[in-house]
């Protein structure tokens, strides 16, 4: 089956560093993706990646083990705005993109 | 540059009743896709088209229908709607494999 799990809900202080981890299961699997989402809007792209490491770009990096089906986002310096869903997603063969429920940031002052 | 426009931005609809949610990309993607997404379970994949002229189930395709005339539109059309059709529907699409997609606003459609 295809599976991707995350957690529900985390909160953090604003300036403060958070990872959102995210496990998967998925047949075909060709590229995990973080997407950003905030309330009453579309999805929005952060990452993607599809060999084990780590990308940076600026405040955001993600992390992936294929080995292990494991991915990790994780946030710099929160600001009040970060406050939304992250949403992982995986590629499944070709054009199969897999979303997880999404994890709701809150970033409290 | 407008990317992908989705229409109508939301609807009441009528329960048995048929309709169509439009979905235009002016970025010549080759693929679409049709997702809902519902509180608690995330996005669901609905509908895909690789290309112009081919589609493709997704996980919860029962009840939808889409057609790929051409490159730039992927309508959704419900034959006859039911009250758990009601969910925020997002049109996205993607230059090719490996990369990533991009969303429409989003229709809130609710079936009464």
């Known amino acids: 089956g295809q599976n991707i799990d995350q957690p529900t809900e985390m909160t953090a202080t604003e300036g403060a560093i958070v990872q959102i981890n995210c496990t998967y299961q998925?047949?075909?699997?060709?590229?995990l993706f973080w997407y950003q989402q905030h309330a009453g809007e579309a999805p929005t792209f952060l990452s993607y990646n599809v060999l084990d490491g780590l990308e940076e770009k600026g405040r955001f990096s993600s992390f992936l083990s294929r080995s292990k089906g494991y991915s990790y986002l994780l946030l710099k310096e929160l600001q009040m705005k970060d406050s939304a869903s992250y949403l992982c997603a995986a590629l499944s063969g070709t054009y199969k993109y897999i979303f997880g429920t999404g994890t709701r940031l809150k970033v409290l002052a | 540059t407008a990317g992908i426009t989705q229409a109508p931005t939301s609807q009441i609809l009528a329960a048995g009743r048929s309709m169509t949610l439009r979905c235009t990309q002016d970025?010549?993607?080759?693929?679409m896709y049709w997702y809902r997404q519902d509180l608690g379970l995330g996005l669901r994949l609905i509908h895909y088209?690789?290309?112009?002229?081919?589609?493709g189930k997704g996980e919860v395709p029962d009840g939808y229908s889409v057609s790929r005339a051409n490159t730039d539109d992927f309508p959704l059309t419900l034959a006859s709607a039911v009250p758990s059709q009601t969910s925020v529907y997002f049109c996205?699409?993607?230059?090719?494999?490996?990369?990533?997609?991009?969303f429409g606003q989003g229709t809130r459609l609710t079936v009464v």
């Open positions: 996205a699409s993607s230059s090719a494999e490996n990369t990533e997609a991009f």
């Open positions: 970025m010549r993607h080759n693929a």
């Open positions: 088209s690789n290309t112009a002229g081919t589609t």
């Open positions: 998925t047949s075909g699997f060709n590229g």
